[in-house]
């Protein structure tokens, strides 16, 4: 990518030597080109067949990520087996035929998500669920049928899904349950005779309720959950005979324990459980289904080993790599594993690992480009909140800003909080484009779990009930005293920064609390949240009674003035520091109102805001392209209000559906790369 100078180049620099102090003195750190960070991966998501012979993973055709398969022992062999040309391929399974290959995608970000099947032979592609309009997911794949897998359809009726019968060989779609319209299950559990066994639904108090399905397709009640337990609470698939479930259950307890129901009996047995986070992943054998060991992630991922048969596969596997492993996936004689070595200051590691000779083979990283460079360590954290609550937290320096290697830098630095979305999710330790990125620039990063974050038991997802721009701000605001504190943060060059709930939050920020955040970055972040609510997906609506107990109910005149208090949207007036807004038209979650209503609002009140729009994205932007036309606004935008160091906007425009409705002329060199692209 050329580096021309120009006019943008100028004002980074100025912003540059203004405001970056020691770090961007010592000069000794390169920029990291946005392209490496953030486009696509060379390698990911990569996949053994069921018959342990071939290795699968999604890789760039000509820019565009697609399914690409390999003898698994002649990688350089690959050959690319599907021809997607705009926007990508990011969700693929194998068939239990070794033959096939499944893969799901939608159009242009609107999350309906269709189902193609790939014969291997011929590169041929067909598809299995040819219905516009509707979404797809794959309900249950078996070794016992090989050439077919059940899919959950929503066509019939976009709020529920029937589930479909799907052969990927010939195509062949049979029904063979038809959800009942006045019982609006919103998911079904099947095992691997391909049998429906039991089916949840929301009930009107917010919990869930989970109902037995016979042979005769009856239903019967078989357990209640409450609202306060149903982020914590569910069960998943079952053990070779048929008669064990697994779940995880926080009823009776805070966190989620790992528990197994037999369901002949009715006696459920704890199989592991950890006081200060929820069971996480479950490693079940790929036939007998037993669990053999479970993660619990607090701060860093720990794992509970179940069957002595895989305890000396572990202690190797944790000495292969300095990082957190997961297991993507095992041949169905269990000989071949696939792993995925998560490292904080380095690319995501693969590995072939032979498990009947104990030893792991290295097979490459998912971005090649980032290996060697240099990457700065994320620093897990506790940081207490106001009221008591241990907000567990995840931080990054700049390299070379803390000589003594204490966790602090040598001098307070330009920080962005950057908040995770959800808000039913969570931060990691780990690698993160956004951290490395900020960090290569110049800037501290933190991000924190609040209040509502998952993870860490109901009692701390409860605490963040009706607490939106409340207690959950609290907690971010309680992070940001605690970095100023530590000598890690300067209080005056302070930005925001998230997506989704955290495009929320930033818009929060720069509203309710307009004198503590220097600027702010909203990406598909709600301004509204009656309007939020009332344009959710049909498929979201069977869950709309929990939504009002965790959020507020927006189907009342109280609720709605409540949802009012605590929307951006009402306090439009007292945003005072800059804002950049990042949306994309087809967001079936977060709909482009928000972003438009709120840009709306301020032009009427000649508030400044710079307004970036693509038309062919959803939640997020999928296309490596518009991230990095949205990120070199971005750059640009947090070293004019920050000071940290600036990549100019080049050719980062080319190939993107880049809009900017509003306020182009707000960020250096935006304008000239618009007109020149």
Known sequence: MSKTPCLAACCGTIALIVGSSAFAQRGAIPLI???????NPDRASVQISPDGRQL??????????????????????AQCVTNDTYRGIRNYTWAFNNSHIVYLQDTGGDENFLAYSVNLSSNETQPLTPFEGSRVTIQQTSWKYPDEMILAINKRNPAIFDLYRANVVTGELKLIRENPDEMSFTSWITDEDFNVRLAQKFSMDGGNEWYTVNEDGSTELWQKVSMEDTLTTGWGGFDKTGSVLYGIDSRDRDTGAATATNLKTGKTTILASDPRADAGGFVSHPTENTVQAISFTYDRVKWTILDDAISDDFAYLRTVADGDFNITSRSIDDKTWTLAYVLDSGPVEYYLYDNEHNKAKFLFTNRTKLE??????????????????????????????DTDEDGIPDEPLATVLFVHGGPWARDSWGYNPYHQWLANRGYAVLSVNYRGSTGFGKNFINAGNHEWAAKMHNDLLDAVDWAIGKGIADETRIGIMGGSYGGYATLVGVTFTPD???????????????????????????????????????????????????????????IKKPLLIGQGANDPRVNQDESDQIVKAMRKKNIPVTYVLFPDEGHGFARPENRMAFNAVTEGFLAQHLGGRYQPIDDDFNGSTVTIPEGANQVPGVTDALNGR
Request: glycine content about 8%.
């Open 372 to 401: 060697n460079l240099p990457l700065a360590k994320m620093h897990p954290t506790i940081i207490k909140s106001r009221d008591g609550l241990n907000l567990v937290g995840y931080y990054t320096l700049p390299v070379q800003t």
């Open 33 to 39: 080109d946005r392209e490496v960070l953030f486009g």
């Open 56 to 77: 699968a993973w999604l890789g760039p055709k000509e820019g565009v990520l697609n399914v690409w398969v390999a003898p698994v022992n002649d990688i350089d062999a």
């Open 516 to 574: 503590k955040f220097a600027c702010g970055v909203d990406i598909v972040g709600p301004s509204n949240i009656i309007t939020l609510l009332n344009t959710i997906p049909p498929y979201w609506k069977p869950a709309m009674e929990l939504f009002k107990r965790r959020v507020g109910d927006h189907t009342t005149e109280e609720g709605r003035e409540f949802l009012m208090s605590r929307s951006p949207i009402s306090r439009v007036d007292q």
